[in-house]
């Protein structure tokens, strides 16, 4: 009677041991999820060349690199301008992964133009091509500010950073690190873990000085100057320690002449194409059934610009895979400036030329717990910073063009499973421990059921018995992903 009739209370016994480790195992999460998670702040002065260090006194540079780590050359995405290399550094992806090809650009399918002087960058369709590192932060339980970077001031895959400024020039940049300040130093549920900062200069006076006048080496302190402000306001807070400080830049900037202006009207017609985009590289859209019209008058026209049609790119650019890349390109040597004729406004510095040249790699140091102490490295790709970003945020990286292999020699700590992404952060405020008090009062129920019916079914007369059949839910994995597929591109999963 004892052994027939306890069989369901044996069983829910030998089950309390696993509830219980359900509920130690939610407790654990909770241990883990109040430890202090990582902190890091990436600044950004836009056009702030790799050499302007050793150009004037930058004894905050320099001061950087002492305390942490120096990158000497970092080979940029192609094309090298703003709005793709600032998505490239949040995203780990080139810019034909990412959709964000150029400063303008066309999109064939929407039948919209992008220009980063319009509102229409704040359509959230030009930029959910990819998945920004606050996006993925925030999904991971943390969370975000944003001062100003490119994009960050537009919902993306449903989300705006946690605190963000939108974008006005006019606000000061001390300004935009007091307030990135108080987002790092809110109370410990409402503080940041991640931080993106921006600065327009030097590349406003770059572009109108020439980066080879002497004008600019007053704009260089400058910059310097602010980077001493930041530094200062960090150790008044108390984060200098607590803080990764990543200051690097988004390209570098050469001279222009006005002895080196190639003029497109001396070649072909305008009417027979729609100019897109600026010098240096630029897309052309030829006119219905004009385009080997257009290009055969182009292609051999002068020897300072190399025009390609779109499936011939080199691959080395990564920049063909994409329906927003026009079916023409134009890209101008080092220097030249590519116009329709001579009336169109020009510049005596620019940026945009090909991301192997050494006047378009911006400007990398480094420091904080996470990063190693005096190191200098020779080179890097802009686009390992994502995997880097992610592994001292403790976050999962999604599938990018970068790799932590050729980075890890930067950090303090060597990553023990490169291979494998970290698993994603537990919420501190998660729903998991109510959600697992739950299945097991449910589970109680359920065998106190079955112990009730096998209890009266034993004072019953023997009847045949169906058979019984426990089924579960199928369980989904999570497809957050999938736009990537839609991708040409070739991605990597670190």
């Not at 959709?99 to 229409?120: C, H, K, Q, R, W």
């Not at 116009?339 to 020009?346: A, D, K, L, W, Y």
Request: charged letters at 20%.
């Amino acid at each position: 009677m004892l052994r027939r009739g306890c069989r369901p209370l044996l069983c829910l016994w030998a089950l309390l041991p696993l509830v219980s480790l359900h509920r130690l195992n939610q407790h654990g999460h909770r241990l883990h999820a109040a430890k202090e998670r990582p902190k890091l702040l990436l600044v950004s002065f836009d056009g702030f060349r790799w050499d302007y260090i050793d150009r004037v006194p930058t004894p905050n540079f320099l001061a950087l690199m002492k305390e942490g780590v120096q990158v000497e050359q970092v080979e940029n995405i192609y094309i090298t301008k703003t709005f793709p290399n600032h998505y490239s550094l949040v995203t780990g992806l080139y810019a034909e992964t990412h959709g964000i090809v150029a400063n303008e650009f066309y999109d064939p399918a929407l039948n919209l133009s992008f220009s980063m002087e319009t509102d229409s960058v704040y359509d959230s369709r030009w930029w959910e091509e990819a998945v920004p590192l606050w996006v993925t932060v925030q999904k991971a339980g943390g969370r975000s500010g944003a001062a100003m970077w490119p994009g960050s001031d537009v919902k993306i895959h449903g989300m705006f950073p946690s605190q963000y400024l939108p974008y006005n020039m006019s606000v000061p940049f001390e300004t935009r690190v007091e307030r990135i300040i108080e987002w790092f130093s809110a109370p410990r549920e409402e503080a940041v873990d991640f931080g993106v900062l921006y600065w327009e200069e030097p590349d406003e006076s770059g572009h109108r000085l020439g980066p080879e006048s002497s004008l600019m080496d007053v704009v260089i302190a400058g910059i310097d100057e602010k980077l001493g402000f930041l530094r200062n306001e960090l150790r008044k807070a108390g984060l200098y320690e607590k803080v990764n400080l990543i200051v690097t830049s988004d390209h570098g900037m050469t001279q222009l002449s006005t002895d080196k202006i190639i003029e497109l009207d001396e070649y072909v017609s305008r009417d027979l194409y729609t100019w897109v985009d600026k010098s240096p590289v630029l897309g052309l859209i030829p006119k219905e059934g004009k385009f080997e019209e257009v290009y055969s008058k182009l292609v051999d026209a002068n020897p300072y610009m190399a025009v390609y049609k779109k499936e011939d790119i080199p691959e080395h650019f990564h920049y063909q895979h994409n329906i927003r890349i026009m079916p023409i390109l134009i890209e101008a040597q080092e220097g030249w400036t590519i116009v329709q004729n001579r009336t169109n406004p020009f510049m005596l510095g620019n940026h945009g030329y090909n991301n192997t040249l050494r006047s378009m790699h911006p400007v990398f140091v480094a420091r904080g717990p996470a990063f190693r102490q005096d190191f200098v490295k020779p080179s890097m790709h802009s686009v390992d910073l994502y995997p880097l970003m992610c592994h001292i945020l403790s976050v999962r990286p999604l599938p990018n063009n970068g790799s932590l292999l050729n980075v890890k020699d930067l950090l303090a700590q060597e990553p023990t499973a490169i291979s494998t992404p970290s698993p994603p952060r537990v919420n501190e405020y998660s729903y998991a421990p109510v959600i697992g008090s739950l299945i097991s009062v449910v589970m109680v129920l359920g065998f106190l059921v079955v112990y009730i019916k096998e209890v009266t079914l034993k004072q019953l007369p023997s009847l045949p018995h169906g058979s019984k059949e426990m089924s579960q839910p199928l369980l989904q994995e999570d497809l957050h992903l999938h736009f990537l597929e839609k991708q040409r591109g070739c991605v990597r999963q670190i």
